[in-house]
Nanobody
Framework: QVQLVESGGGLVQAGGSLRLSCAAS????????MGWFRQAPGKERDFVAG????????NYDDSVKGRFTLSKDNAKNTVFLQMNSLKPEDTAVYYC???????????????????WGQGTQVTVSS
């Protein structure tokens, strides 16, 4: 059974930074692609960033490119999303997700992910 637990969300002023963590149990991140998504009230769940199975490739939505950075610690089986220069429009619940197929690439389509965390709230005040 795969479990994902996000943490690190909170309230921050515009221009500030947060680092989200996604800890996995039941399956190592190594060998499986993962992604971060976010969902604002009344909106669909949108792709934020993704990492392929080896961690060698990351991709970002244009809205966060240059501000957000994905990384992972295989020893801790944890993936991090460093978020800098936060804007009020970044306010949302952030979810991490993992694909079940091994050695896959990430995808911006939420339907491509099989396991999801419970989400962590990020609120950016102006």
């Amino acid at each position: 059974q795969v479990q994902l637990v996000e943490s690190g969300g909170g309230l921050v002023q515009a221009g500030g930074s947060l680092r989200l963590s996604c800890a996995a149990s039941g399956r190592p991140f190594s060998g499986y692609a993962m992604g971060w998504f976010r969902q604002a009230p009344g909106k669909e769940r949108d792709f934020v960033a993704g990492m392929n199975w080896s961690g060698s490739t990351t991709n970002y939505d244009d809205s966060v490119k240059g501000r957000f950075t994905l990384s992972k610690d295989n020893a801790k089986n944890t993936v991090f999303l460093q978020m800098n220069s936060l804007k009020p429009e970044d306010t949302a619940v952030y979810y991490c997700a993992v694909r079940s197929r091994r050695f896959s690439s990430s995808t911006s389509d939420a339907r491509g992910y099989d396991y999801w965390g419970q989400g962590t709230q990020v609120t950016v005040s102006s």
